[in-house]
């Protein structure tokens, strides 16, 4: 499970590189072996950090629980924000561009 934390966590910082014409204003990152975070910035206004946890360890039930956030600059000029979970529950994504399902 220790292995699957780490793929998790560098899977992550992989996804999460910048374009090729943006300079990386921060890159932080700390990976253990029941936890990990990464924090990063751009200079065309990406930032994005995210924490992830392993949960009841050693038994038959044994998950990652990850919170996290991102934002980037649309083409339109506007800033746009996710902050997001993703658990037993699965991933559960919000923001204020995001459509909501109606009440049942």
Do not use: C, W
């Not at 220790?2 to 300079?23: C, G, Q, S, T, Y």
């Not at 990976?31 to 975070?37: A, D, H, M």
């Not at 990406?46 to 600059?73: F, P, R």
């Amino acid at each position: 499970m220790k292995f699957i934390v780490l793929f998790a966590a560098l899977f992550a910082v992989a996804l999460a590189a910048p374009r090729p014409d943006a300079e990386v204003l921060k890159n932080e990152s700390d990976v253990g072996p029941e936890s990990y975070n990464f924090a990063y910035a751009t200079s065309d206004g990406i930032t994005a950090q995210e924490d992830g946890h392993l949960q009841n360890i050693g038994s038959e039930n044994e998950a990652i629980s990850v919170k996290g956030q991102y934002s980037y600059t649309g083409d339109d000029g506007q800033t746009y924000t996710v902050t997001y979970t993703a658990d037993e529950n699965g991933f559960q994504p919000q923001g204020a561009h995001l459509p909501v399902a109606p009440e049942a």
